[in-house]
C-alpha cells in the first residue's frame, strides 16, 4: 500500500515537497515499511549515519514513525536515517510507556541530493488493527515540521486514535 502524509498545518515545511510512505507484509509478524522524503535536503537537519541501536528521543530531530494498534494497546516504532531506533509499548492513549519486547528493525537508508529513503522492516503482534505513519522532520534552523496519514484538531499528535488510518488485514488462518 503507498500513502502521502500531509504537514500539520501549524508547522508547514518549505523544503519538504512530499513525504510517501509504502507498507507490505513482510512475514508472519512484520511488516515493510518504505518512506520517500523529497525536496531539498540541504535544508534539513538529516542525522549523521551511526551504529544500529536503540535510543530514546529520536522524535526531537528528523524521524520516521509507525503506530501499530492492538487489542491491548499499541506500539510505536522510531526510526531514524541514522539507523538508530526506538520502540514502546503502550496500553492506551499515551498510557503505561515501556520499551516495547521487540527486535531491531533492519533499516536501510539511501541519500540522494533530492530524496530521502529509510526502508525498513518492523515486528506487529499478530492481533494488530491499524496502522498509523508519521514522520517528524527537523530543518537546518532547528523548525520542526509534523506529518502524518491524519491530524486530529489541535497540535500535532501522532498518539490519537485518528491518525491509525490504515486498517491492517487480519493474519492468514484467522
Not at 519538504?16 to 520517500?36: K, N, S, W
Not at 492492538?70 to 539507523?83: T, V
Not at 503502550?90 to 530524496?115: C, E
Request: hydrophobic share 45%.
Amino acid at each position: 500500500m503507498r500513502c502521502e502524509l500531509t504537514p500539520h498545518p501549524d508547522f508547514p515545511c518549505a523544503a519538504v515537497d512530499a513525504i510517501t510512505v509504502e507498507t507490505t507484509p513482510a512475514g508472519r509478524g512484520a511488516l515493510a515499511v518504505r518512506y520517500m522524503v523529497r525536496g531539498d535536503l540541504s535544508e534539513l537537519a538529516i542525522p549523521a549515519p551511526a551504529a544500529p541501536a536503540r535510543v530514546d528521543e529520536l522524535w526531537r530531530h528528523t524521524c520516521l514513525e509507525a503506530f501499530v494498534s492492538h487489542p491491548a494497546g499499541y506500539l510505536e516504532w522510531n526510526l531514524s536515517p541514522s539507523a538508530r531506533w526506538a520502540a514502546y509499548a503502550f496500553d492506551g492513549y499515551r498510557a503505561g510507556m515501556r520499551p516495547a519486547d521487540a527486535g531491531p528493525p533492519r533499516i536501510q537508508v539511501l541519500r540522494r541530493p533530492q530524496a530521502l529513503e529509510l526502508s525498513a522492516v518492523i515486528e506487529v503482534p499478530g492481533e494488530a488493527e491499524r496502522l498509523g505513519l508519521a514522520a517528524v522532520i527537523e530543518e537546518s534552523g532547528g523548525r520542526l515540521s509534523y506529518w502524518a496519514l491524519r491530524h486530529p484538531s489541535g497540535r500535532p499528535d501522532f498518539h490519537h486514535a485518528d491518525g491509525f488510518a490504515i486498517e491492517l488485514p487480519a493474519p492468514s488462518g484467522a
